[in-house]
């Protein structure tokens, strides 16, 4: 199993800046990929940005320009500096790891931490 604890959440104000972090721990084999996700009130749980071991980040189009997703491999740590925060960020934000071999790797999830955006 792997744990994944988050952290880095809270509240700001429209246009601020927040960082969140993701530290992977357990018995690791081998990840595929990082990625953060979203899940606001009411709606379903939204794919925000992941960055792939040895590969480039992605973005949805919602953050590109203002999330930036990175990862250090040697903490298996995983990040995203979110700017010019706006009230629809306003979400709980899940770490996601994908672990182990293709094509079906063990995926996991973080206990989410809370970002809110006021106007």
């Known amino acids: 199993q792997v744990q994944l604890v988050e952290s880095g959440g809270g509240w700001v104000q429209a246009g601020g800046s927040l960082n969140l972090s993701c530290a992977a721990s357990g018995s690791i084999f081998n990840i595929n990929s990082m990625a953060w996700y979203r899940q606001a009130p009411g709606k379903q749980r939204d794919y925000v940005a992941a960055v792939p071991t040895g590969g480039s980040p992605h973005y949805a189009a919602s953050v590109k320009g203002r999330f930036t997703i990175s990862r250090d491999n040697a903490k298996n740590t995983v990040y995203l500096q979110m700017n010019s925060l706006k009230p629809e960020d306003t979400a709980v934000y899940y770490c996601?790891?994908?672990?182990?071999?293709?094509?079906?790797?063990?995926?996991?999830w973080g206990q989410g931490t809370q970002v809110t955006v006021s106007s």
């Open positions: 996601n790891v994908l672990d182990g071999g293709l094509p079906f790797p063990n995926e996991y």
